[in-house]
């Protein structure tokens, strides 16, 4: 996973610009993951679904947890595009939540956001 990075939502390559309604947090992967995608597939229809804005969509209405809490799980086509083109499942970041599981700090409820 790694240090958080200030991401474009729609990248500058793409038009974006550099105001605070167009930046949000990524860690350094899943932004590495991102570049300058704006759409991914969804697995299940095959159609190209914009990505999961942070700023104007709520996580709870595109995601849940996997049963036990290391896999994030995209419960709409935005969420489970958002899930493969960002990659949001890696091993690294399996791995990573697995631990957090068993220190007893994940999964975060982010219905609430």
């Not at 991102?34 to 914009?50: A, M, R, Y």
């Not at 999961?52 to 969420?79: A, L, M, Y």
């Amino acid at each position: 996973m790694g240090r958080l990075q200030i991401d474009h939502i729609q990248p500058l390559a793409k038009g974006g610009v550099n105001t605070e309604e167009n930046l949000c947090l990524a860690c350094e992967l899943c932004n590495q993951y991102k570049w300058i995608q704006t759409e991914g597939l969804d697995p299940e229809s095959g159609k190209v679904i914009s990505l999961f804005n942070p700023r104007n969509q709520n996580w709870g209405d595109h995601f849940t947890w996997s049963p036990e809490g290391t896999k994030i799980v995209g419960i709409t086509d935005c969420g489970r595009a958002t899930v493969e083109a960002l990659r949001l499942n890696n091993n690294l970041a399996v791995i990573v939540r697995k631990n957090w599981v068993q220190a007893g700090w994940h999964p975060p409820n982010f219905r609430d956001y």
